[in-house]
């Protein structure tokens, strides 16, 4: 490791150590409850908090208001169980083993969830799980929300003894789970909601979103479809919000909102074209947001770094608990108190296979981000359900139609370049690729070296074979080959490797 990089790193844990060491000198207070609240597929900025004009969202516009909103928070992925495992363990999507969407986390990884089990929290899942059926025993209860659409038996796991409660929706019962609990016990819940996960539906609030409320990005066509796909998309958030009301009004009403840490944010960003499932922005991006008022002062701003692959270690650091050598990330306590402070210079993604094969890596500084595309023969076809919905549709008769201007026709395009550079400060829709541009030469080099250094030290390989799509590109409709339920990777890369040769 370079001298640099150590005293660095050196700094960022001895000040997390002394902001601890200072929180637990303090005998009045006792080890905080954890909230984690997880959007299902919605855009960093489709907030009022973040500056949206009309979305309406004002449980999650007081919770910033009453806490910190980071300004420069990121995904390791810009895909859901990917996401998730990434999160729940604290490293890389590719050191999880369940880099894939819908490869389960295997058994052997660590999770942060049983660190707080075996110290004492009482631990609750309550909502869309997607990791799995091998880490369910790290939680105390989990109740499930049903993703395929069927109701399924409520009872106990016979393979994990845990109790599961499984149901269609999953955000109903989080005041219930949060009601419910031991008293005797603090606790960590993990609130995983389906909102605003595709596919959408009319009707779901009295006062819905219409479509000149909305705010279509650059890379999309503004055509009737489009607007009509994220108004609905737009509900979707402002029912999730109602929930985020819930949970922090019986917060409240337990009178433990002094001591109880609550974090808002993403899985991954919004679902459209050129966004989830991409390594921009609007894929990586999350709105993120912290309320712990005995310790974060109300309307704190943090533009600093800040990556998924924090929140693990974060947890344990401020619960009083030795970090775990498995964890990739670092701490962001510091930033709580001291929201100037640097925790880091880069933060680091990912893109897999979803739905169709892809890869490839970004870095991304507060001011630039550059993208390497490992398989730029193939394009960058959206996940299929975006695929199938009408945003999509319009897209490909406009491009037909010769209506589609380079930015939108991006999602079509193969060969992509191989490398992507971005100014995200002058270009935040991530338009003007400037790999190319020989004004640009030293700060494409600066990030070629730091994915370099990170591959190496993270063990970032190319797969020998490549993943089959199971969706057809064009149509979105399934293929012949369409595995469900997917093996875990071990299996898959044996049944790849065999078809191979």
Known sequence: MRR?????????????????????ANAQ???????????????????????HPTIRTPNIDKLAAEGARFTNA???????????????????????DAEQLHWPLPAEQKTFVERLKSAGYWTAAVGKWHLGDAVKDRFDYIR????????????????????????????????????????????????????????????????????????????LPDVPEVREELALYYDEITRLDGYVGDVLKEIESQGIEQDTFVLFFSDNGRPFPRDKTTLYDGGIKTPWIVRWPQHVQAGTICTQLVSSVD?????????????????????????LTNPQKKIR?????????HDYEDLGCAVRSKQYKYICNDYPDLPGTPPADVGRSPTYKAMQRLRLQGKLDKNQ?????????????????????????????????EVLGEF??????????????????????????????????????????????????????
């Not at 935040?428 to 030469?441: G, I, Q, S």
Request: glycine share 6%; hydrophobic share 35%; aromatic share 10%.
């Open 29 to 51: 207070v006792s080890r905080p409850n954890f909230v984690l609240i997880i959007a299902d597929d919605m855009g960093w900025d489709d907030c009022g908090a973040y500056g």
């Open 144 to 219: 499930e929300a049903d993703v395929s659409g069927f109701q399924l038996p409520s009872g106990t796991d016979k393979t994990t003894g845990v109790m599961v409660a499984k149901e269609k929706s999953g955000c109903e019962h989080w005041v219930s789970t949060l009601r419910n609990r031991p008293k005797d016990k603090p606790f960590f819940l993990w609130l995983a909601a389906l909102d605003p996960h595709r596919d959408y539906e009319t009707g779901i609030l009295a006062n819905p979103h219409q479509p000149n409320d909305v705010r279509v990005p650059p890379y």
């Open 4 to 24: 640099r990089e150590f005293i660095k790193l050196a700094g960022a844990a001895i000040g997390s150590v002394l902001w601890n060491s200072t929180i637990r």
């Open 311 to 335: 929140i693990a270690p974060t947890i344990l650091s401020l619960a009083g608990i030795d970090n775990s050598s498995t964890f990739q990330g670092r701490s962001f306590a510091p930033l």
């Open 448 to 501: 070629r070296k730091a994915l370099r250094e990170w591959s190496q030290r993270t063990n970032y390989r190319i797969p020998k074979v490549r993943t089959p799509d199971e969706f057809d590109r064009e149509t979105g409709a399934p293929l012949p080959n369409r595995i469900r339920p997917r093996p875990s990777k071990k299996d898959f890369q044996k049944a790849m490797s065999k078809r191979s040769h």
């Open 345 to 353: 210079d880069y933060i680091y993604a990912e893109d897999h296979w």
């Open 409 to 441: 026709l991006a999602c079509f395009a193969k060969p992509r370049p191989a490398e992507e550079l971005y100014n995200v400060v002058n270009d935040p829709h991530e338009l003007r690729n400037l790999a190319e541009n020989p004004e640009f030469k």
């Open 74 to 96: 990121f995904l390791t992925v810009s895909s859901c169980s990917p996401s998730r495992s990434s999160i729940i363990t604290g490293r890389y999507p590719h050191n999880t």
